[in-house]
């Protein structure tokens, strides 16, 4: 082999063993000697057999029959080109792979070596390093599911509390366009009702109120059949709604979400936004949108109905009460009236007889007044007027009591309230002649139509309220006193009714006019009576009220204003 040759292969980085296949002689460069650990002494076979010792075969792509051979061995003795991978052991744990190519030039054979170790770690690396690479990007991908589940949870979470804050629809409405605008940069929101298959009434739009609230308009059939399977319709759009004559100012993307009712349509949300794609994402949550106001709109429209029919029972609840009022106060004085009927011709009948002898008496002794001695005949006379002054008053007494229940008198009437005030007074004689003084300060009024018994019940009511009140403060002991004032104010009457009883305590002033409600001992009282009151004046289309205070002087006040129209 020529010098020249020689020191080109001598300096070449990779081993190389050179076999002068006449004289069995072999050469090996440096890279070779510090690679195997060979010492340039040893160039014959039989001294390198222990470098094939160290070989065996990874794999290898052999033109030749005998395998059992090591890939060092194989390489020289072979005499085709031969190429194939080694494995070359140094130590008990230390390997290095080598590319082996063998190839024979005249007399020579050439064995080269490649050492393919970190080439065959770079790509084993490489390998790992693409199957992280896509463990990474499965982790990415599901990571990423992870947080856009996580924020679709927080956004439906979100708009389920604003929902869930409220029954009232405009406002749950409203409150949830409010939160699709932020979700999707909104530009315009409405929320249409439907009214039939095609035809939507838009009822709130946000952020703005549009020139088309309160308006009906149409879509195409294909969009309303997509919407009643319970999906979105998402186009590009320049108008609000299909027959609109408001154009947008540039295109925007039309979002249509519908909004289902126990499976059937019943409204949509139109979204405006200036986003051109809508994303897997946010298709997801469009439709737990949907759900939630779906659901929300469920839940106020039986909270409605049930409100609706409590406000309905309340409603009956209230007019079986005053019916029952009605009927036990047309009982109790249908039964007074009956009663005083009764009473009245039981009285009536023995006063005729008296009245009637009280006058042939007067008649006989005054036949007699020249016979008869003078002192006898003024006994008589006197007894004789004394007589029929208490005739006449229990005549006018019983006239009263019938004139007060008046059964007959069930259609308006005019009357003069002063003198309705006085026929009362008449009846409650027996009770304030006794330590009770009445101050009447009667106005100059005109009549009014009126129910007349039926406001004699509210003053008589109002007035053995008054009485009762002063001999509970008073007792016997005088000092009572109840002001009786009537006036024209406008078109409307005014009487007012003051006592200085025990007046109403704080506590009691807010039930005063409940049915049932009773300050007197068991038996004394139904607690009926100003319930009742309050009701007739109510039927005369005016209002009653009080006041209960304590004066400067110590002593207590207690007054009942009663306001009735002229004109009822």
Known sequence: ??????????????????????????????????????????????????????????????????????????????????????????????????????????????????????????????????????????????????????????????????LSKTLDLDTMILSALKELSIIFDAKMLYFAKMISKNEFEIETSYPNKTQDNKKTFFFANKITDILQEGKNNIQTSLKIHDKSKNTLQTPLTRIIMPVMKRGELFSIIVIFTPKKNITELEGELLRGISMQISNALISASLFYEVNKQKEELQKTLNELKETQLQLINSEKMASLGQLIASVAHEINTPLASISSNNEMTKKLYLQFKDSVDSEIFELLNDTNSIDFEAIKRIANLVQSLKRFVRLDETVVQKANINKELDLTLSILRHKTKKGIEIIKNYGQIDEIECYPNMLNQVFLNILMNGIQSIEKEKGQSGGGKIEIETKEEGCNLIIKITDNGSGIKESDKN?????????????EGTGLGLAICKKIIEKHKGKITFDSKTLKSGEKSTSFKIVIPKKS
């Open 511 to 523: 039930k005063i006019f409940t049915a049932g409600f009773t300050t007197k001992k068991v038996g």
């Open 1 to 162: 082999m020529s010098t020249l040759l020689r020191s080109f292969y001598h300096n070449l980085r990779e081993p190389i063993i050179i076999c002068d296949l006449q004289s069995g002689l072999f050469y090996q460069n440096k890279a070779c000697l510090n690679a195997f650990k060979i010492s340039p002494e040893n160039n014959t076979l039989k001294s390198l057999n222990k470098i094939g010792y160290k070989f065996h075969f990874d794999f290898c792509i052999l033109n030749g029959d005998d395998m059992t051979l090591t890939p060092f061995d194989e390489a020289i003795k072979s005499k085709l080109s031969y190429t194939t991978y080694g494995i070359y052991q140094e130590s008990e744990r230390k390997y290095s792979y080598y590319l082996i190519n063998a190839f024979s030039i005249k007399k020579y054979r050439i064995i080269y070596f490649y050492d393919c170790t970190k080439d065959l770690e770079c790509e084993k690396a490489f390998e790992e390093n693409e199957k992280l690479k896509i463990q990474n990007r499965e982790f990415l991908n599901t990571n990423s599911k992870a947080q856009n589940q996580a924020v679709k949870m927080a956004l439906l979470n979100r708009i389920s509390t604003s």
